[in-house]
């Protein structure tokens, strides 16, 4: 029976780094919400993301050796083994074949760039709605999509200075969106 | 040191969010561990970022948990193959054997099973990785034939080398030139390819090739939008003058 119902941020990685299993389950009670947030942003559908969620935990707790709480907090420490799931579950050839049923831009365009705020978004892409649409394009190709910036550089055909630049300044304008 | 400038660039939230390189990462890291004002923007970012995930968390499905912790279970503990066979009859010995045989056979077989089945995830893994890889590839060739500034030539094998295919991309506006690599065989040590445009009926030096798991890659030269063709050629490592080609010409395109 585990008597303690709640552990400091500090407690919780000493417990989880013992692979202490009480630890954990309370990780997944705690955190399995928002990280599926952070994957359903990227993956839309619902029992994708809850397998690619599934796969998240089961990284986390053979990495958790190697989170250095120097380096970032716990949160976003999963926040990006969640998104790198995210991504690589989206680029995977099941997630393709999948997909391919579904209209994409026959104008070359990249599959699911965002040309405008969704009705049914939540998280952080609803907060992208709220920015100068090629800002958004490439948050999105970037954050969301895990495209690398050489690569939006010669798909929208940007010197790759101009994609890092402008990319920064959409992150800050996020930043300032959601740090109320 | 102008930290609210540093602050102010973007690269926290870029560092934070996963979008930052490795170089970059490095950066951030030794300005964090040297400017406390820096760590507190990261810090006060990362809270604000895990806030607004909480706020937005989407219920898992049931079931998630528990498959988890099977899945974990299983990595943990090394599977134990116990076989206790009491023969019915006394006398009947062979039939003892036979069920140890049995036994041991059926161990034997799960263990198998299991090996087999490690190496078909294994390689399920490699199969998936190259299929992103080439899908990658697939992209970026998309991307540069649908630019209508880009030409494109085949560069097809020579008697030296006649199994050898590769192609150039080259963009008549922005200089860059592409060099995607259907097939060219791995040089010896000592030799090393070199790819060459013509110009004028004479070859120019583009740069040398390394042959990486990156079958397409990207050459800047300034003369090249003029190029009326281009060759590879199989060249000696670490030869002085680059300029002139000296060895065999293993693909070129039509002139």
Same mark, same amino acid.
């Given at each position: 029976?585990? @008597?303690?119902?709640?552990?400091?941020?500090?407690?919780?990685?000493?417990? @989880?780094?013992?692979?202490?299993?009480?630890?954990?389950?309370? @990780?997944?009670?705690?955190? #399995?919400?928002?990280?599926?947030?952070?994957?359903?942003?990227?993956?839309?559908?619902?029992?994708?993301?809850?397998?690619?969620?599934?796969?998240?935990?089961?990284?986390?707790?053979?990495?958790?050796? #190697?989170?250095?709480?120097?380096?970032?907090?716990?949160?976003?420490?999963?926040?990006?083994?969640?998104?790198?799931?995210?991504?690589?579950?989206?680029?995977?050839?099941?997630?393709?074949?999948?997909?391919?049923?579904?209209?994409?831009?026959?104008?070359?365009?990249?599959?699911?760039?965002?040309?405008?705020?969704?009705?049914?978004?939540?998280?952080?892409?609803?907060?992208?709605?709220?920015?100068?649409?090629?800002?958004?394009?490439?948050?999105?190709? #970037?954050?969301?999509?895990?495209?690398?910036?050489?690569?939006? #550089?010669?798909?929208?055909?940007?010197?790759?200075?101009?994609?890092?630049?402008?990319?920064?300044?959409?992150?800050?304008?996020?930043?300032?969106?959601?740090?109320? | 040191?102008?930290?609210?400038?540093?602050?102010?660039?973007?690269?926290?939230?870029?560092?934070?969010?996963?979008?930052?390189?490795?170089?970059?990462?490095?950066?951030?890291?030794?300005?964090?561990?040297?400017? +406390?004002?820096?760590? !507190?923007?990261?810090?006060?970012?990362?809270?604000?970022?895990?806030?607004?995930?909480?706020? $937005? *968390?989407?219920? +898992?499905?049931?079931?998630?948990?528990? $498959?988890? &912790?099977?899945?974990?279970?299983?990595?943990?503990?090394?599977?134990?193959?116990?076989?206790?066979?009491?023969?019915?009859?006394?006398?009947?010995?062979?039939?003892?054997?036979?069920?140890?045989?049995?036994?041991? &056979?059926?161990?034997?077989?799960?263990?198998?099973?299991?090996?087999?089945?490690?190496? $078909?995830?294994?390689?399920?893994?490699?199969?998936?990785?190259?299929?992103?890889?080439?899908?990658?590839?697939?992209?970026?060739?998309?991307?540069?034939? !649908?630019?209508? $500034?880009?030409?494109?030539? *085949?560069?097809?094998? /020579?008697? *030296?080398?006649?199994?050898?295919? /590769?192609?150039?991309?080259?963009? /008549?506006?922005?200089?860059?030139?592409? &060099?995607?690599?259907?097939?060219?065989?791995?040089?010896?040590?000592?030799? !090393?390819?070199?790819?060459?445009?013509?110009?004028?009926?004479?070859?120019?030096?583009?740069?040398?090739?390394?042959? /990486?798991?990156?079958?397409?890659?990207?050459?800047?030269?300034?003369? *090249?939008?003029?190029?009326?063709?281009?060759?590879?050629?199989?060249?000696?490592?670490?030869?002085?003058?680059?300029?002139?080609?000296?060895?065999?010409?293993?693909?070129?395109?039509?002139?």
């Amino acid at each position: 029976m585990n @008597l303690k119902t709640t552990y400091s941020e500090e407690e919780l990685v000493y417990l @989880l780094q013992q692979r202490n299993e009480n630890a954990f389950s309370y @990780l997944y009670d705690n955190y #399995s919400g928002a990280l599926l947030g952070i994957v359903n942003g990227i993956i839309p559908d619902k029992e994708i993301a809850n397998d690619v969620l599934q796969n998240v935990f089961v990284n986390i707790w053979r990495k958790i050796a #190697s989170y250095d709480p120097s380096k970032g907090r716990l949160f976003t420490w999963m926040l990006n083994i969640a998104r790198n799931a995210a991504i690589d579950e989206l680029r995977s050839k099941g997630y393709r074949d999948a997909q391919k049923n579904q209209p994409i831009g026959e104008s070359g365009e990249v599959a699911g760039a965002v040309t405008g705020p969704a009705v049914d978004d939540v998280g952080l892409k609803k907060v992208l709605g709220n920015l100068k649409s090629d800002l958004r394009v490439l948050v999105d190709m #970037s954050y969301f999509q895990g495209f690398t910036h050489e690569e939006i #550089s010669r798909a929208l055909n940007i010197p790759l200075g101009t994609v890092k630049t402008r990319i920064r300044s959409a992150l800050l304008q996020l930043r300032t969106m959601i740090q109320t | 040191m102008n930290t609210q400038e540093y602050i102010q660039s973007g690269i926290l939230e870029s560092y934070v969010l996963g979008l930052a390189s490795d170089e970059e990462r490095r950066e951030v890291e030794d300005m964090c561990a040297r400017y +406390p004002e820096i760590l !507190q923007s990261r810090l006060d970012f990362e809270k604000a970022l895990e806030e607004q995930a909480f706020a $937005n *968390a989407v219920q +898992p499905a049931p079931n998630v948990k528990a $498959n988890m &912790l099977a899945l974990i279970a299983n990595e943990t503990e090394a599977p134990s193959i116990t076989a206790k066979e009491e023969a019915p009859v006394k006398k009947m010995y062979w039939l003892r054997y036979a069920a140890a045989a049995c036994a041991i &056979l059926l161990a034997g077989s799960v263990y198998y099973n299991i090996v087999l089945s490690d190496r $078909n995830k294994a390689l399920r893994k490699e199969y998936d990785d190259s299929v992103t890889a080439l899908n990658n590839i697939k992209e970026d060739i998309q991307v540069l034939q !649908q630019n209508n $500034n880009v030409k494109m030539a *085949a560069l097809n094998g /020579t008697p *030296a080398s006649p199994q050898s295919f /590769t192609t150039v991309y080259w963009d /008549t506006t922005s200089h860059d030139v592409y &060099l995607l690599i259907n097939n060219l065989p791995k040089p010896a040590s000592d030799k !090393q390819y070199q790819l060459w445009a013509f110009l004028d009926g004479k070859p120019v030096d583009m740069g040398l090739i390394e042959i /990486t798991d990156k079958p397409l890659q990207l050459y800047k030269c300034n003369k *090249a939008q003029n190029a009326q063709g281009f060759a590879i050629t199989l060249e000696k490592r670490g030869r002085e003058d680059v300029s002139v080609p000296g060895g065999d010409v293993m693909v070129v395109s039509k002139l």
